[in-house]
């Protein structure tokens, strides 16, 4: 299913967007598809059925309990059935839900789970799309939703996400650098700018995120940049807008991260 949802606009500038109303799944899976423009957020909400959270273009920013995460189009994040969370981006994104119901048996995490989207699963999403615009037989969507579920077996759990801290001061922090991810600055410039302690800034920062700082905008960088790679943009321009000195300087750490060099992993 394909919607437009309507929206709200917010007094911190993000637009509040209508949860879609449906009461019982049409089928044990059900894809739901929206194009979100910047900015735009789901509220906090459950479902009665677990849903796999996945942008085919852009980032989403996920919250889920006490955790945000920040994920690319290679990721994607599993929520169980009941479990409260909410759903947006900063630039916009092409989203795609995955409704699943408590299928027996499930075999998937009973916690929400940050998982890596295979080619596959990518490609059987696109023709759940494809068969929304036609008329297939239900024996073909049957087949097409039992592979689905084959492939959310097969998915590879990653640790690998992005932390959001929850307070207000932080976020002005975390939004600005991932708006300009070649920003330097410290917690001493920070502090200054946000009127506390480079002191209370750090100690505030690991104790809601996790990470320093440092290690923090060393994963944003990871981040932005596949999501900029993956959007076509060059070695180069990605390098540099990062605030790296050199291409062969962005080229080592995501070699490092990620066991191929940039130009290999858009190839792949």
Known sequence: MTSKAKSTQQADGWSSLAVPEIDTLPAPVFLRSESLSPRQIFPEHTHRWNQFVYAKAGS???????????????????????????????YGAEFRNLYVADLSPLDMPKACTVLRVSPLLRALVVEMEEIERGHEK??????????????????????????????????????SLYANPGDSRGMEEWGSELGASARTLAR?????????????????????????????????????????????????????????????????
């Open 204 to 268: 505030r920062f690991e104790k809601e995120v996790g990470i320093t700082l440092r290690d923090w905008r060393h994963r944003l960088r990871l981040f932005r940049a596949l999501e900029w790679l993956g959007a076509g943009r060059s070695v180069t321009t990605v390098a540099l807008e990062l605030g790296y000195a050199s291409t062969s300087a962005f080229t080592f750490m995501f070699r490092q991260e990620m066991g191929c060099s940039p130009t290999e992993w858009v190839a792949r």
């Open 60 to 90: 989403l920013i996920v919250t889920v309990e006490s955790s945000r995460y920040v994920i690319t189009p290679e990721q994607a994040i599993w929520v169980p059935t009941g479990v409260s969370h909410t759903v947006g981006t900063f």
């Open 138 to 175: 239900t024996a073909y969507i049957e087949k097409i939703n039992d592979l689905i579920v084959e492939q959310l077996h097969r998915l590879q759990v990653q640790d690998f996400h992005l932390p959001w801290p929850r307070s207000t001061i932080l976020r002005k922090i975390c939004e």
